[in-house]
């Protein structure tokens, strides 16, 4: 993420809040949300997609649960001026997304991540403003819950925040992700949702281990052009593409 990922968090967090992550049962679900009104990709961006690795049909939207961390309009601006400086682009909204970037937590609750992503702090690795988060949240029993809007940039690659959707899985490693059957099939769903609706292909479902090598990744400060986590795999990556593309 940029973010820096929750990986890098989850063992320097006591820095900023003084208690270390805990792990917390999993919040109740409540009805599922309404869908996100992100706007569609207009034509000129459908017709540039590789048409070859695109679902030909619509995938079902599943079951949703809205988590909403806060994000004010402080932090909106926040946003817009990180993407001015790394991107380029004078603007908070993550318009036409490209890109679905996959994590873990290395932590073992969605509410631990909720913890770590509600408040508007400096990260601990790069020491920007705004905070790092994510899009989704996939719980260990398959519960997804959306943190934030798909018509917000979020924190969580660098490199790619411009134009990605996060997507965090509460594990502590690829094989906590791809051995957990309820969460690898509520992450299928999800990601194959969500590239049906973006028109995203699936070579452009990614690790975030795998950020450098994506033809999207852009950044303009030079210290960060290098800069990528080890979450999900390039090999955990074609497994997780390989059924990606069996289940659309």
């Known amino acids: 993420m940029h973010r820096s990922p929750i990986t890098v968090i989850a063992t320097t967090i006591a820095l900023v809040t003084g208690t270390a992550l805990a792990a917390v049962a999993p919040t109740p679900p409540p009805a599922a949300s309404a869908p996100d009104a992100a706007s569609a990709p207009d034509a000129a961006s459908a017709a540039s997609t590789d048409a070859t690795s695109i679902t030909t049909r619509a995938a079902a939207r599943p079951p949703i649960i809205s988590k909403s961390i806060p994000f004010s309009t402080k932090r909106k601006r926040e946003m817009a001026a990180y993407a001015r400086r790394h991107y380029g682009i004078d603007s908070y909204r993550l318009r036409r997304p490209r890109v679905i970037v996959e994590h873990y937590t290395v932590n073992d609750s969605v509410q ?38 798909l018509s917000i940039m979020c924190r969580h690659t660098v490199g790619l925040n411009h134009t990605a959707i996060g997507i965090e899985h509460v594990g502590r490693s690829d094989e906590d992700v791809l051995g957990n059957a309820r969460q690898l099939a509520a992450s299928l769903r999800l990601t194959s949702w969500l590239r049906c609706r973006y028109e995203i292909g699936t070579k452009n479902v990614i690790g975030h281990s795998e950020s450098l090598s994506s033809p999207y990744h852009r950044e303009r400060v030079a210290r960060l052009r290098t800069q990528t986590h080890g979450d999900m795999t390039r090999a955990s990556m074609r497994v997780y593409r390989g059924k990606l593309a069996a289940c659309s």
Not at 121 to 140: M, R, S, T, Y
Request: hydrophobic content about 50%; glycine content about 6%; charged content about 15%.
């Open 112 to 149: 631990a991540t909720f913890n770590t992503f509600a408040p508007d702090v400096a990260d601990v690795e790069l020491h920007e403003l705004p905070g790092v988060c994510a899009h989704f949240v996939i719980a260990k029993n398959g519960q997804i819950f959306q943190f934030v809007s």
